[in-house]
Structure formats: structure tokens, C-alpha cells
């Protein structure tokens, strides 16, 4: 028996398979990288993206320690919460929340001051590690240290340094005919202890990223430079920092969010006293979640503006950083 087989005439497309027939294809030539990336997939789901679909529902309803479902005993209590819709937000946002606002300038103050306490700091250090020296290697480990200190392990340890009986920085002021400060009972020296242990935490990381970053850009750039006459001024200016554009802007953008959310510091050194003082959004949101009478809708209201305006922070800043280096390198 013979068969035949027609060619598709020239100019014609092949017919398109079945979008069934596509996918298990997909599957089929691709499946070592399907297995590869299901375990992530699922992790994320299950650690990233149910909680936070979770939290967003929660943030529409009254949920709280009363109305929620729970067993006592061999007794199940049905939860009895409702849907309120944006009733939450709009109370959070027009200021009948109360503490929104005083939260978020100290969170904007807090985040300012210690992203460019770390970015300064990190840089100046990286520039001097960069350069030709002896024991470079000791120093490296020792500036690194404090990075792989676990941060509830640094919060305990300048709780010792900053109690105001007995602690080290006390007895440092006392010898110098200074009186004790009360570093985590007043509200001023408590923001100051915050900011001071969370640039000690985060300038290790920062030095790392810009030494990195210092030791890709050319030295037949500041070779040029100095033929040309530029002092060192003008080297760093011109050659160093667009060099480091597209490392220093990760890590300001990483180093933003972290430091929008770091909790331990502030709930482990302060607990975000005294009087409230030293809590950020996101310790704010911890205390309605898991103090007193339990707010659950109202940490989960918390936790989403966080998230909104984080988001909507890294989007802007994207786009500037896009548009800052298209001038700069054309």
C-alpha cells in the first residue's frame, strides 16, 4: 500500500497543535527544568504567597482574638468574623486609626538614617580595603563580623552595653566625667541606640557589595583620569561612583527594604519603647497582632500598606536608576 504525504504549501504557516498538545510538549522537552523549579514553586507558594492572600482577606474583614474560630478543650468555636470591605484602610488612612501616621514619619526617619548611615559608612570603608595594605585580609573578617552575627544574638549583646546600671557605655561616659544616659528608657537616646546597633548590623554588608563592585571598574579608567590631571576628588566622582551605579543601587534598594521591616532590632533592644516611641510599622503590626486583645485585621491592614508601599517604592526607584544610568552611559 502506498502512502502520501502533502508538503504545505509555500507562504502558508503549519497548522498550530492543540493547546493540550502544546503544553505537554513544554512538559516533555523541558522537564528536567519544570523539576527543578516545582520545589521553589511550591515553597513560595506555601511561605510567600498564601500568607500574604491571607493576609489581604483579613485586611477586608473585623478579624480579632474574639471572633475567630478556635477550640478550647474538646469545645470548637466557629469564628463569627465579617467582611467590612476598605472599612480598615480608610480608618488606618484618614487617622482614626491614630497611630498610623507617627509610625510611618519615625519608620521614614529610621529607614533614611540607616540606609545612608550604612551606604556612607560601607563606602569609606570599602574605599580604604580596596587599596594596597597589610593585614587587608584581618581586617575584611574583622569588618565582617558583626554581618554573621545572628541579630537577635547583637540586640541581647548591646542590651548589656547600653543598660544604664552597669553597662559599658555608661562606665566609658563615667570616666570621662560624664553622667549615665538612660539609652533605652528615654525616647530620644532609645532612637539613637536603634539607629546606632542597625548600622553596626548593616554596614558589613554594604562594605562586601561596594568592594565588590570597586573591583570591576577598569583601572585604565583612573589611570586616564590621573594622565589628564583630575584629582582624587574628581576620580571618585567621575570614575568610581557611575562604576559603581549599577552595584550601589541594588544594595541601596535592598538595603531600603530590609531596613523598612527590621524587626528584631527595634522589638528585641526596645521593644519598641519607651511609650511606643521607637516602633515602626512593622513591630506596630506585630504588637496588634499578638498583644492584648488580638487585632488580626488590623496587623493584616498594617502588613499590606507596608507591603503597597514597598512595592510601590522599589517600582519608582527602578525607573529612576534606568533613566540615571541611560545619562550617564548614554
Same mark, same amino acid.
Given at each position: 500500500?502506498?502512502?502520501?504525504?502533502?508538503?504545505?504549501?509555500?507562504?502558508?504557516?503549519?497548522?498550530?497543535?492543540?493547546?493540550?498538545?502544546?503544553?505537554?510538549?513544554?512538559?516533555?522537552?523541558?522537564?528536567?527544568?519544570?523539576?527543578?523549579v516545582t520545589p521553589v514553586v511550591v515553597v513560595i507558594g506555601a511561605l510567600v504567597m498564601f500568607p500574604l492572600v491571607k493576609g489581604i482577606y483579613?485586611?477586608?474583614?473585623?478579624?480579632?482574638?474574639? $471572633?475567630?474560630?478556635?477550640? /478550647?478543650?474538646?469545645?470548637?468555636?466557629?469564628?463569627? #468574623?465579617?467582611?467590612?470591605?476598605?472599612? $480598615? =484602610?480608610?480608618?488606618?488612612?484618614?487617622?482614626?486609626?491614630?497611630?498610623? #501616621?507617627?509610625?510611618?514619619?519615625?519608620?521614614?526617619?529610621?529607614?533614611?538614617?540607616?540606609?545612608?548611615?550604612?551606604?556612607? &559608612?560601607?563606602?569609606?570603608?570599602?574605599?580604604?580595603?580596596n587599596r594596597a595594605m597589610r593585614l587587608r585580609g584581618l581586617y575584611r573578617m574583622l569588618l &565582617?563580623?558583626?554581618?554573621?552575627?545572628?541579630?537577635?544574638?547583637?540586640?541581647f549583646g548591646w542590651r548589656l552595653i547600653l543598660n544604664e546600671q552597669g553597662g559599658v557605655a555608661n562606665s566609658v561616659l563615667g570616666l570621662f566625667g560624664i553622667d549615665a544616659v538612660n539609652w533605652l528608657g528615654e525616647p530620644l537616646a532609645a532612637k539613637i541606640s536603634v539607629i546606632m546597633v542597625n548600622v553596626w548590623l548593616g554596614v558589613p554588608f554594604m562594605m562586601v557589595a561596594l568592594l565588590g563592585g570597586l573591583q570591576t571598574v577598569p583601572k585604565d579608567l583612573y589611570e586616564a583620569a590621573e594622565m589628564d590631571g583630575a584629582t582624587a576628588w574628581q576620580q571618585f566622582r567621575a570614575v568610581t561612583l557611575p562604576g559603581l551605579r549599577p552595584v550601589s543601587g541594588?544594595? /541601596?534598594?535592598?538595603?531600603?527594604?530590609?531596613?523598612? $521591616?527590621?524587626?528584631?532590632?527595634?522589638?528585641?533592644?526596645?521593644?519598641?519603647?519607651?511609650?511606643?516611641?521607637? $516602633?515602626?510599622?512593622?513591630?506596630?503590626? =506585630?504588637?496588634?497582632?499578638?498583644?492584648? &486583645?488580638?487585632? #488580626?485585621?488590623?496587623?493584616?491592614? =498594617?502588613?499590606?500598606? &507596608?507591603?503597597?508601599?514597598?512595592?510601590?517604592?522599589?517600582?519608582? =526607584?527602578?525607573?529612576?536608576?534606568?533613566k540615571q544610568s541611560e545619562e550617564v552611559f548614554g
Open positions: 500500500m502506498t502512502t502520501f504525504t502533502t508538503r504545505p504549501q509555500a507562504g502558508v504557516a503549519p497548522p498550530v497543535p492543540p493547546p493540550r498538545r502544546r503544553v505537554r510538549g513544554l512538559l516533555t522537552r523541558h522537564w528536567y527544568a519544570w523539576a527543578m483579613l485586611s477586608l474583614t473585623d478579624a480579632t482574638e474574639m $471572633n475567630s474560630g478556635r477550640t /478550647i478543650g474538646v469545645n470548637e468555636i466557629p469564628a463569627t #468574623y465579617s467582611f467590612v470591605g476598605f472599612d $480598615n =484602610y480608610i480608618d488606618v488612612l484618614s487617622g482614626a486609626d491614630g497611630a498610623f #501616621y507617627s509610625r510611618l514619619l519615625w519608620t521614614v526617619q529610621w529607614t533614611v538614617a540607616c540606609v545612608t548611615l550604612h551606604f556612607t &559608612i560601607g563606602l569609606g570603608l570599602a574605599l580604604l580595603l &565582617i563580623l558583626p554581618w554573621a552575627v545572628p541579630p537577635f544574638v547583637a540586640a541594588t544594595v /541601596i534598594l535592598l538595603g531600603t527594604i530590609w531596613t523598612f $521591616n527590621q524587626f528584631p532590632v527595634i522589638a528585641l533592644l526596645t521593644g519598641g519603647g519607651p511609650g511606643g516611641s521607637t $516602633n515602626i510599622l512593622v513591630t506596630e503590626a =506585630y504588637e496588634r497582632a499578638f498583644q492584648g &486583645i488580638r487585632d #488580626y485585621s488590623g496587623a493584616a491592614t =498594617y502588613g499590606a500598606l &507596608i507591603a503597597s508601599m514597598l512595592v510601590v517604592f522599589a517600582f519608582f =526607584y527602578k525607573r529612576w536608576l534606568a
